[in-house]
């Protein structure tokens, strides 16, 4: 499985960035598909995941703000990230589950200036 993540940079508070994910090397359509992101010295935290039946799930951080999605017959999955903020600066990571496994992309940094 190979996950590549891209779309990452730098943009000022409140400005929107679209990252995007392109899984390969897997059954993509029965996946769970996520980001998640670590800030310099913080644990990688979760911050939106979507199932197989497109079902999302978002930390309280980023509600209204952020928005996960997938396009099966692209064998990606985006996250479109609005109204950011200096602390959403961190690496974002691509996760793949399936099978009880994890895979995970190399990541793609995102800062916000203020």
């Known amino acids: 499985v190979q996950l590549q993540a891209s779309g990452g940079g730098l943009v000022q508070r409140g400005g929107s960035l679209r990252l995007s994910c392109v899984a390969s090397g897997t059954d993509f359509s029965i996946s769970s598909m996520g980001w998640y992101r670590q800030a310099p010295g913080k644990q990688r935290e979760l911050v939106a995941e979507i199932n197989n039946r497109y079902n999302a799930i978002y930390d309280d951080s980023v509600k209204g703000r952020f928005t996960i999605s997938r396009d099966n017959a692209k064998n990606t999955v985006y996250l479109q990230m609005n109204s950011l903020k200096p602390e959403d600066t961190a690496v974002y990571y691509c996760?793949?589950?399936?099978?009880?496994?994890?895979?995970w992309g190399r990541g793609t940094l995102v800062t916000v200036s203020s």
């Open positions: 996760n793949l589950h399936r099978d009880y496994r994890d895979f």
